[in-house]
Nanobody, 120 residues
Framework: QVQLVESGGGLVQPGGSLRLSCAAS????????VGWYRQAPGKQRELVER???????NYADPAEGRFNISRDNAKNTLYLQMNSLKPEETAVYYC??????????????WGQGTQVTVSS
């Protein structure tokens, strides 16, 4: 069983930066597809950034280049560097990990989320 714990959220002014972290209970980031999602009040959860084990990132980029996803396999930690934040990006940000297929099944894991509030 994989557990994911997000941290780094908080209050930031518009145009500011924030770095989110996602710590995993095991060495998964070298083999799992991992990513960050967000869900604002009244809206559906959306993909922000993702990266696969071979380093491939998602084609869609709702942050338009302002965010960067990275991982530290030795520390079992995933990061999301967020720059030039906008008020409309206020949301709960979730860490997600999807396993390779093993035994005919693929597993999906979610963290409990960390609140990011962009406001002056």
């Amino acid at each position: 069983q994989v557990q994911l714990v997000e941290s780094g959220g908080g209050l930031v002014q518009p145009g500011g930066s924030l770095r989110l972290s996602c710590a995993a209970s095991g060495s998964i980031f070298s083999t799992y597809a991992v990513g960050w999602y967000r869900q604002a009040p009244g809206k559906q959860r959306e993909l922000v950034e993702r990266i696969t084990s071979d380093g491939t990132t998602n084609y869609a980029d709702p942050a338009e280049g302002r965010f960067n996803i990275s991982r530290d396999n030795a520390k079992n930690t995933l990061y999301l560097q967020m720059n030039s934040l906008k008020p409309e990006e206020t949301a709960v940000y979730y860490c997600n990990a999807v396993s390779p297929v093993r035994g005919g099944v693929r597993y999906t894991y979610w963290g409990q989320g960390t609140q990011v509030t962009v406001s002056s």
